[in-house]
């Protein structure tokens, strides 16, 4: 094993704080930006893990397959929050406010 | 990079339905107007069809490997590292074929198809219809990828650009408020679900090293029983399932469903519906059952199980009070889903008080057999029962159960098939769904766990009510203003639904080959092959 500068497991922390963040983020808040801000911090939580774990892969090299995940992650998320800013920006349009409890629609 | 000519032709369902997605979509700038629109649904058609006969053609490919003896998943590098720089077997990115795969891509791209046919007439008002068909592609393309996907990577890809698509499907009709804030819902659950899948696969890359499923569950195997690592791995656990979950629609996690698919276009709900959330129960039966082994972990069966039991339950409780014909479905759905995974965790117990492995063995992939034509059983009919919501609502433009008093005597045909369609969910036994049914709790008895089956019997039992009741409400009783209104569905909406229903009866009069081949596919998944 290469001998790290700093700790695994402080990297392994810091993503699942991260990612705890994403979560509370998600759970509490009303405004729907938050809500994909919150989404970003998951999936930077989940990257942050993937990056760590590829770096202390056995062998003396960088595992590039997990490193080419994590950019394709990286992507993908920005497709998909684009996907969500598109629904808010609908949604924004119809309610005129974006406070996820202002769209009752549904509630029957 | 190496891709052969023969390689190609294993590809192909992906190709041609990716590539078709593109074709279509080029094709859908250039075609305007309403006979742009017909010739975009008709190519699509079209596409569907040619990727129906390649899959059937990888289908002979390989069960003739398989009845030979030689692998039960082909093995394809579609892409690697140069030889000498990295471990190809360990870490390359694979696509891997197996009888499983090609099963459930058949059952993917045969209603995709038919949805397509559907929605040429369905859709006639709508406009945007040069983007529709391209995502309905992509959706059956990357559900053919996620179910062919060999390793972690590549499930992730088709699983986000299915999801992505998926969303934009549900809310297509982007001027309403329904479909947007049952969009809103759909995708901030889900995406926060692929988020967990992402964050619980890093745990197991961490323990194991590789993204290569088949790999990390042999380096599993070979940590050390009963060391720190159970932990992580059962936290994993409970990752993969909530994050799996929501996309299957299991119980606490299916508050989504219910919105979104009355919200959606009426294919697309068929679509969702039969077999989108598949792919969510599919991924837990192929992940769990390749990473973690039951004699390891001995709950994991029985905690999926509980969700299972606890889904039909609330599946069946929420569909008896609702006016909304497309909500009820959508209830139905979830308590569907409830047997689906309820015959996949029996195959994931441990059933150590039975003794003998080989019956241990019969009795899981009996039920996953079960369950796994239970997959089809439910994508024949559900997907027809949404179709025919979808006619009634073209027709009468409401999906209120009071409305719709009586339409069955304007529209017969549609009738005649919605009332095959509910008894076979019901379970009444010339049809599909009671061959499905009848496998999962035979398997549940044999597996010994009485008061899970009778909780199962009793379910299906109890939803034989409101489906009797959407057949009293729609055929028997004095039809409403608005009902009286309805016109007969067009052909190309009834000849969908129709040859659906054929198959309903057809394979329920003679389920044996399809039985058959789930059953292949339930030792293929177990690797009992």
Redesign the interface.
């Known amino acids: 094993m290469i001998p790290y500068l700093v700790p695994l497991e402080y990297f392994l922390l810091t993503?699942v704080f991260l990612?705890a963040i994403?979560f509370y983020i998600?759970a509490t808040k009303r405004n729907?930006i938050k809500?994909i801000i919150g989404?970003e911090l998951?999936?930077d939580?989940?990257?942050l893990?993937?990056v760590?774990?590829a770096a202390?892969?056995?062998g003396f090299v960088v595992?590039?397959?997990?490193q080419?995940?994590v950019i394709?992650?990286i992507c993908?998320g920005g497709?998909?929050i684009a996907?969500?800013l598109a629904?808010?920006i609908?949604?924004y349009n119809?309610?005129g406010s974006l406070d996820i409890r202002k769209?009752n629609?549904?509630r029957? | 990079m190496s891709v052969g000519l023969l390689e190609w032709i294993y590809l192909l369902p992906l190709v041609l339905t990716l590539g078709g997605a593109l074709i279509v979509g080029l094709l859908g700038k250039v075609l305007k107007g309403r006979r742009g629109d017909i010739a975009v649904g008709i190519v699509t058609a079209v596409f569907m069809l040619l990727a129906l006969f390649s899959v059937v053609n990888l289908f002979y490919i390989v069960m003739a490997v398989d009845s030979l003896g030689v692998a039960q998943w082909l093995p394809l590098d579609i892409w690697y590292?140069p030889p000498g720089a990295?471990d190809v077997a360990t870490?390359?990115?694979l696509i891997k074929i197996d009888i499983l795969a090609v099963y459930l891509s058949v059952v993917f791209i045969f209603l995709g198809l038919f949805v397509a046919i559907y929605s040429i007439k369905y859709m006639e008002h709508d406009d945007g219809m040069g983007l529709f068909y391209p995502l309905l592609l992509t959706l059956v393309g990357s559900m053919v990828g996620v179910v062919i996907a060999g390793d972690?990577?590549t499930l992730?890809?088709f699983w986000?650009?299915m999801?992505?698509s998926s969303?934009?499907l549900v809310?297509f009709r982007?001027e309403k408020?329904?479909p947007?804030?049952?969009?809103?819902?759909y995708?901030?659950l889900s995406?926060?679900g692929?988020?967990?899948i992402?964050?619980s696969m890093?745990?197991l890359?961490?323990l194991t090293?590789t993204?290569n499923l088949a790999q990390i569950g042999i380096n599993l195997a070979l940590l050390p029983a009963g060391g720190n690592w159970m932990n992580i791995a059962t936290i994993t656990m409970m990752g993969l399932i909530i994050g799996f979950g929501i996309k299957a629609a299991i119980a606490p996690l299916c508050t989504w469903l219910p919105?979104a698919h009355p919200a959606a276009p009426s294919g697309i709900s068929a679509m969702l519906s039969g077999v989108v959330i598949m792919t969510g129960a599919y991924a837990i039966l192929r992940l769990f059952t390749l990473f973690f082994s039951p004699t390891v972990f001995p709950l994991y069966g029985y905690i999926i199980s509980w969700f299972a039991l606890f889904t039909m339950i609330y599946g069946n409780l929420m569909a008896l009070t609702q006016k909304?014909i497309k909500?009820l479905l959508a209830y139905s759905t979830i308590t569907n889903v409830g047997y689906i995974i309820f015959g996949f965790a029996v195959g994931m117990m441990p059933l150590a008080h039975i003794g003998n492995v080989l019956v241990i063995n019969q009795i899981r992939y009996l039920s996953i057999t079960g369950s796994l034509f239970h997959i089809t059983a439910h994508m024949l009919s559900k997907g027809m029962l949404f179709l025919c919501a979808g006619v009634f609502l073209h027709e009468v433009g409401t999906r209120d159960l009071d409305k719709l008093r009586g339409i069955g005597r304007k529209m017969p045909i549609t009738m005649v098939c919605f009332a095959i369609g509910a008894l076979s969910l019901a379970g009444v036994p010339p049809l599909i769904g009671f061959f499905s049914k009848f496998f999962i709790i035979w398997g549940s008895v044999l597996a010994g766990w009485y008061l899970a089956t009778a909780i199962l019997v009793l379910s299906s039992a109890f939803s034989v009510v409101y489906y009797l009741r959407m057949i009293q409400i729609l055929i028997f009783s004095n039809p409403s203003p608005e009902a009286l209104k309805a016109k007969r569905a067009s052909p190309v909406m009834l000849f969908s639904i129709v040859v659906l229903t054929i198959f309903i009866v057809g394979i329920g009069l003679f389920p044996e080959f399809f039985l058959r081949v789930a059953e292949l596919a339930a030792k293929a998944v177990l690797g009992l092959l």
């Open positions: 993503a990612y994403g998600m729907m809500f989404l998951l999936l939580g989940a990257h893990n993937f760590t774990f202390a892969w056995p595992d590039p397959l997990a080419s995940l394709i992650s993908i497709g998909v996907v969500g629904f808010i609908r949604a119809l309610r769209l629609e549904l029957h | 590292w990295f870490g390359a990115a972690f990577l992730f890809i986000e650009s999801s992505v969303y934009a809310a982007k408020t329904e947007v804030e049952a969009g809103l819902k995708f901030l995406a926060f692929s988020t967990l992402l964050f890093s745990y890359y961490g090293g993204l919105d909304d909500r």
